[in-house]
């Protein structure tokens, strides 16, 4: 059964860069037809997707926060990565991880998603 | 970028009602729309793909319609356990976007 699991810190300061990984277990980030994305969600608030990786190292990103966003892969490890830069409070959120697919008959749907993990900005 | 929007933000409803969530698309979509449910301190939970698809597991009480800019989730008759916030989600290009989230909450 296919499992992801954030890890990272809890607390980040405000201009520092907020680092988290997704260890995936149960299966392979390598599987062709699937993407690994991050998703995060403000306390009280909706969802936001922040962007996506494929094993390949293709990343697609949120317009809106591409500037600051890195995503990457280590398909050695079986793992991807979030880097955001220049963090503000307004970057505290709950941060998931999770697979969509790339093609039919569902589209990019996000099947199977981590538990989540809460990072905080704050001095 | 396609814009979702969800309409009602929140509904009331009982056990045993039918109720209906709306969500519209800001560009034709075809039929690339999911729907999650939520609920507190949990993961979203895919509900149905391809706007009308359920997703393996999810009890048949749960159903999408529409097609293009236009859909709904409709709940036949809520159990105890529906009660949490519904999200759609167009799902045929980059980049991804979701609705505000409709809350359903307990009358």
């Known amino acids: 059964q296919l499992q992801l699991q954030e890890s990272g810190p809890g607390l980040v300061k405000p201009s520092e860069t907020l680092s988290l990984i997704c260890n995936v277990s149960?299966?392979?980030?390598?599987?062709?037809?699937?993407?690994w994305g991050w998703i995060r969600q403000p306390p009280g608030k909706g969802l936001e997707w922040i962007g996506s990786i494929y094993y390949t190292g293709s990343t697609y990103y949120n317009p809106s926060r591409k500037s600051r966003v890195t995503i990457s892969v280590e398909t050695s490890k079986n793992q991807f990565s979030l880097k955001l830069s220049s963090v503000t409070a307004a970057d505290t959120a709950i941060y998931y991880c999770a697979r969509h697919e790339s093609t039919a008959p569902g589209g990019y749907i996000f099947d199977h998603w981590g538990q989540g993990t809460l990072v905080t900005v704050s001095s | 970028d396609i814009q979702m929007t969800q309409s009602p933000s929140s509904l009331s409803a009982s056990v045993g009602d039918r109720v209906t969530i709306t969500c519209r698309a800001s560009l034709g979509i075809s039929s690339w729309l999911a729907w999650y449910q939520q609920k507190p301190g949990k993961a979203p939970k895919l509900l149905i793909y391809?706007?009308?698809s359920l997703q393996s597991g999810v009890p048949s009480r749960f159903s999408g319609s529409g097609s293009g800019t236009d859909f709904t989730l409709t709940v036949s008759s809520l159990q105890p356990e529906d009660f949490a916030t519904y999200y759609c989600q167009h799902s045929n290009i980059f980049p991804i976007t979701f609705g505000q989230g409709t809350r359903l909450e307990v009358k």
């Open positions: 391809a706007a009308s």
């Open positions: 149960g299966g392979s980030i390598s599987s062709t037809g699937y993407y």
